[in-house]
């Protein structure tokens, strides 16, 4: 299935009327793909303090500055992952990328059980990384091409908002294992079963598949296209440094959530067990719902208002939520009253990258481009981070002040997505 020449939006007719079953299909195994790569991303994310205090015997101080070190591996991973399986998806198609990126981080994911030395848990997060960055392009990709040109947004969102299953799953798998972290890691071996499901039931799009049968003098895939043409190099760079800005405030600013309620817990005398198990619910189930209402409004809200205006709204009130959460609240009830909110603007625009990024390339570059995009942000995030845990881990600056500051980074996306083209009710490039 592909988007019909010359669709138009119906402002009467629901986004979901007329999906075909396949089609939903289609979104579903992508979901359930992405659910794993998030947990693959998040599970380390909970568990990082056990695992490096197992590891590193105990060293308080050293478990917090390797913890963003490894957290910026991931995203270095997940670029050069991203970047290789794009291409070969617009290369090669779509599913049997898909099935290549999921057998890597489920294989990966499974190894960290056996890890016992730091060496190993920077190769293993580096080669998940690869995986979950290759199959979130691919995925990605594959539902744009799918669904038709009206439901295309709400579509993408609810891909992207089906990381909130992901976030939920680890954060369920990281209260049940407790101190046992290497099982949480086992879990991370059941999406190599999707690979079945894959391989039965997703077909290459009518899409990828004219477009490959068209080109002859240009290559699939090939970054030199991508780079060297000036409208697409344009938006691959634009796309990126937007990317940089979600992703380095993720793990800067929207992760933090989980530190901000530990504080306020060790403010109210709470004892260390019952902090371990409240901070965990306050961020990876309390923040997170919030955050998948966000991801899935942000379908709805761009298709009503047009990508540039959502993406702009949910950055000016992100910069607005962030010191109200980190200096307002004097309770642990107020600060999970306040984190829904926090989730459903600074996780929210996430959902944006999955609807926009595939409509701004064409198809033989679609998966490359959407790639190039959303990882080459990871790499271009990557200094935020290691910077946000110097800052975080120096002890010159508190914690609310630091992820404070670290906020200030989405007024740098407001002006980048100003000189994006918007791309509301348009077919997809050819």
Not at 73 to 97: K, N, Q
Not at 125 to 130: D, G, Q, Y
Request: glycine share 12%; charged share 15%.
């Amino acid at each position: 299935m592909s988007n019909s020449a010359g669709e138009t939006e119906t402002a009467d007719v629901a986004w979901y009327s007329g999906i075909s079953r396949y089609q939903w299909l289609v979104l579903v195994i992508a979901c359930a793909g992405w659910i794993f790569d998030v947990y693959e991303g998040q599970i380390f994310n909970i568990t990082r303090s056990d695992m490096l205090l197992e590891i590193l015997d105990g060293d308080e101080a050293a478990v917090k500055r390797y913890g963003d070190y490894f957290l910026g591996i991931f995203l270095a991973g997940g670029t050069f992952g991203g970047l290789l399986f794009g291409s070969l998806a617009d290369r090669f198609g779509r599913r049997p990328t898909m099935v290549a990126t999921i057998l890597m981080y489920s294989l990966f994911s499974g190894l960290t059980f056996f890890a016992q030395e730091l060496w190993h848990v920077a190769a293993l997060r580096f080669l998940v990384a690869m995986g979950v960055g290759g199959e979130w392009a691919v995925a990605a990709s594959l539902v744009s091409e799918v669904f038709p040109t009206r439901a295309r947004a709400q579509a993408s969102a609810i891909f992207h908002g089906s990381s909130v299953l992901g976030t939920w799953l680890a954060a369920i798998a990281g209260i049940v294992v407790g101190s046992e972290w290497r099982y949480a890691y086992l879990i991370g071996v059941l999406p190599a079963l999707l690979i079945l499901w894959v391989r039965a039931s997703v077909k290459e799009t009518d899409t990828w598949k004219t477009s490959k049968a068209a080109e002859k003098d240009v290559q699939p895939g090939s970054f030199r296209d991508l780079l060297f043409n000036a409208q697409w190099a344009r938006r691959a760079l634009l796309g990126m440094a937007l990317a940089a800005v979600g992703l380095g405030t993720f793990w800067s600013v929207t992760v933090a959530g989980q530190n901000l309620a530990e504080l306020r817990l060790e403010a109210d005398g709470v004892s260390a067990d019952l902090i371990d198990a409240k901070s965990k619910f306050a961020y990876g189930i309390v923040q997170t719902t919030g955050g998948g209402l966000g991801l899935i409004a942000f379908g709805m809200l761009c298709q009503k208002f047009g990508r540039k205006p959502t993406f702009i709204g949910y950055h000016v009130l992100a910069l607005a939520i962030v010191p109200i959460v980190c200096f307002v609240p004097q309770s642990y009830t107020q600060l999970l009253l306040l984190l829904p909110i926090f989730g459903f603007l600074t996780l929210g625009i996430h959902a944006g990258y999955a609807v926009y990024f595939p409509e701004l390339f064409p198809t033989r570059l679609r998966a490359t481009g959407t790639s190039f995009c959303f990882n080459g942000g990871r790499l271009a995030a990557v200094p935020i981070l290691l910077y946000s845990g110097d800052l975080k881990g120096s002890g010159d600056v508190s914690l609310p002040w630091a992820v404070t500051g670290l906020s200030l980074l989405f007024l740098l996306g407001i002006v980048i997505v100003c000189f994006l083209p918007e791309t509301k009710g348009r077919e997809l490039p050819e």
